[in-house]
């Protein structure tokens, strides 16, 4: 179909010498930390890419981006302030299951531009040598452009339409000596939105 385009692509990697990257907490100390990247004997990535297009009519796009992955590494051991700590096999930390990006875009009229997208991932390990999941996530955005004349356009932006308000990365620490360690969670950026002004000399 002249409209349609559609691209997809399978892989498989057997990976040696996988990197695992680990924080210690030294003792109570709130800003006493190591941090090192652990060689992992092995693993693999597997997964799929899709991309496809499809042209509604000569003034609107539809579009979509679509990531299958699954990941595994091999158990290993390493030395911390407490002693040495063993992980067991499991799955690389920051490797969303799957991941998506779709929407569209249109030529309002011949001067006005517009594009909605939604994108969205799966939960994933917030680290390699622990087994807690950070939330999936959704986001939603929008992209206008404003044609003034042949050289300057007028383009207005939100990020985070929704105003999401989730955990961006996790850390687990204690704040002193004697205190516990707990959770601190840092937020993704909310929504936020502009204007800018582009003239081509």
Same mark, same amino acid.
């Given at each position: 179909?002249?409209?349609? !385009?559609?691209?997809?692509?399978?892989?498989?990697? %057997?990976?040696?010498?996988?990197?695992?990257?680990?924080?210690?907490?030294?003792?109570?100390?709130?800003?006493?930390?190591? !941090?090192? /990247?652990?060689?992992?004997? /092995?693993?693999?990535?597997?997964?799929? %890419?899709l991309e496809a297009t499809y042209n509604i009519?000569?003034?609107?796009?539809?579009?979509?981006n679509l990531g299958l992955l699954e990941t595994?590494?091999?158990?290993? #051991?390493?030395? #911390?302030? &407490?002693?040495?700590?063993?992980? $067991? =096999?499991?799955?690389?930390?920051?490797?969303?299951?799957?991941?998506?990006?779709?929407?569209? &875009?249109?030529?309002? /009229?011949?001067?006005?531009?517009?594009?909605?997208?939604?994108?969205?991932?799966? #939960?994933?390990?917030?680290?390699?040598? $622990?087994? =807690?999941?950070?939330? #999936?996530?959704?986001?939603?955005?929008?992209?206008?452009?404003?044609?003034?004349? +042949?050289?300057?356009?007028? /383009?207005?932006?939100? +990020?985070?339409?929704?105003? $999401?308000?989730?955990?961006?990365?996790?850390?687990?620490?204690?704040?002193?000596?004697?205190?516990?360690? $707990? &959770?601190y969670e840092s937020p993704i950026e909310p929504?936020?939105?502009?204007?800018?002004?582009?003239? +081509?000399?």
């Amino acid at each position: 179909i002249d409209d349609f !385009y559609f691209n997809i692509n399978l892989f498989y990697m %057997d990976r040696q010498d996988v990197h695992a990257t680990i924080q210690d907490q030294i003792g109570d100390c709130p800003t006493c930390y190591v !941090y090192f /990247t652990k060689n992992i004997a /092995t693993g693999y990535n597997f997964g799929l %890419d899709l991309e496809a297009t499809y042209n509604i009519h000569s003034k609107t796009l539809l579009f979509l981006n679509l990531g299958l992955l699954e990941t595994k590494r091999s158990a290993y #051991s390493y030395e #911390s302030s &407490e002693g040495t700590q063993f992980v $067991e =096999e499991g799955r690389l930390a920051n490797a969303p299951g799957w991941t998506i990006s779709t929407g569209f &875009e249109a030529d309002i /009229t011949k001067k006005l531009f517009l594009r909605y997208d939604i994108m969205a991932k799966d #939960s994933f390990l917030w680290h390699d040598d $622990e087994d =807690e999941l950070a939330p #999936s996530l959704t986001l939603h955005n929008i992209n206008m452009r404003y044609s003034l004349n +042949k050289k300057t356009y007028l /383009t207005f932006w939100v +990020k985070n339409l929704t105003d $999401e308000m989730i955990a961006s990365h996790e850390y687990h620490f204690a704040l002193g000596v004697g205190l516990p360690e $707990e &959770e601190y969670e840092s937020p993704i950026e909310p929504m936020t939105y502009g204007i800018k002004l582009d003239y +081509k000399f």
